[in-house]
């Protein structure tokens, strides 16, 4: 449908479009009886985050698990090992694809129960498999359900937080995905790789329960016209003492301004669209060629590499440690100090590890007496790369999606952007021995400073600042 077309037409209930406006400013401004409670808020996001500490544990689980598929009794070539921690990218890029159609199809909600099945059934396979194929088909359903939780969790948060809180809870899912990171690293150091993907199969369980406690988002309510229920979910989201009124009307203004054209690739096309759309996907190029999912991949490797004293599966839980602490601190930030600031200290801090670790490396090639003098400098440059990426490219690019992109196009845009970040993140995930193999590990960690450098600048002067705006105050920056 043509832009004319829809400047033309009028909202149901709501005159000419000019009519619909003045009528939305004036809910905007209205005074709501006291504040929105942040109790229902925080357990509606905190049950959808879950997911991410599914997903967290199945990508930590790389990192313990590689070695020990090394040795006896399983033996695998580094190939296999490359294929089976990589292979959960490839899923996680088909169940963003289905995510971002099943989030509109059957619900927010509905989809993240769906899948959390399908990702316990995933780790089982894993902890029960005897063979290559039978591995790599449970990892396979692990990027699944990771995959379809990192469209729907997102979004689902994104529609039910307040503006004042978006950031916060919507940080809340790198959090919990490097604390399932942590899980892993930590139990890990303890278990085999079979019980600690059976003690990981418990978690999607966890998550399928806590959302039956939860609403639906009433954005999605308003989209099915349920106003009624989308009444009740907005009351219970935001607290019996809140007047919701005001709240539901620009929800269903919004909504209806959306849904007054049909969503085809061609509305990819339109500038209020492409805009917020190439920026989603420039920020998850850039947090994947940050080098962060090759790092935490192969981190035991990385660690033993560079011949430090310390017992590598301890320097690896002291960084998920470092990345917890510092995703928690973020959280607090990204409300109050704004996305952008955060982006921009995120990549240059970032690069300058980069580059350190860069160093490092090439002494151990050329100089290793250097190197040995300076073992202490991996874990500490490792330490400070991961507390920025966990203060800006780690969870905002995820925050940013679930705040720019326009609402009618939410779920086939969101699945894109997924999608482009799993497929970079398994293109990355798989390259990385070939990396280090072409250009030596030095070389590596200088082609992820050169790209952070540039995600810097890409911030700077093309990313514009969400903090404190309604979503539909974002929309007007670019229409």
Known sequence: MSTASIEDQKIPGCGTKEDSVSLHSSLSGQNRSGEASFGPQLLAAGAANLGALALGAAIGWSSPASPQLA????????KDI???????????????????????????????????????????????GYNVPMILAGRLLCGLGGGTTSVAAPVYVGEIATSNRRGLLGSGYQLLVVTGLLLGYFIGAFVTWWWLSIISAIIPLMFMIAMMFVPESPVYL???KDRSGAKKALQWLR???????AELEEIKYSVEEQNARSVTFVDMLESSVLKPFLICISLMFFQQFSGINAVMFNLNVIFSASGGGMDSNIQSCIV?????????????????????ILLISSAFVMAICLVTL????????????????????????????????????????????????????????????????????????????MLVGAIQMYGVFWLFAGFTILAGFFVLFLVPETKGKSLEEIQQIFN
């Not at 002494?363 to 500490?380: C, M, R, T, Y």
């Open 82 to 128: 490359s294929l089976i921690g990589s292979i959960l990218n490839v899923g996680a890029l088909i169940g963003a694809v289905g995510g971002g159609i099943a989030i509109n199809k059957i619900g927010r909600k509905a989809t993240v129960v769906f899948v959390s099945p399908i990702f316990t059934l995933g780790f089982l396979l894993v902890g029960f």
């Open 320 to 340: 998920g440690v470092v990345q917890v602490a510092a995703t928690v601190i973020s959280s607090v930030l990204v409300d109050r100090a704004g996305r952008k």
């Open 239 to 245: 607290g019996g003492q809140y007047s919701i009124d």
């Open 71 to 78: 040795n006896p009794p399983m033996n695998l070539s580094p």
């Open 222 to 224: 308003i989209l099915k």
């Open 358 to 433: 860069g160093v490092f490396f090439y002494f151990q090639e050329s100089d290793p007496v250097i190197a040995a003098n300076l073992g202490w400098l991996p874990l500490v440059s490792f330490i400070i790369y991961i507390i920025f990426f966990s203060f800006g490219f780690g969870p905002l690019p995820w925050v940013l999606m679930g705040e720019i992109l326009p609402g009618h196009v939410k779920g086939l845009a969101s699945s894109l952007v997924s999608s482009c970040n799993w497929t970079l993140a398994f293109i990355i995930t798989f390259m990385f021995d």
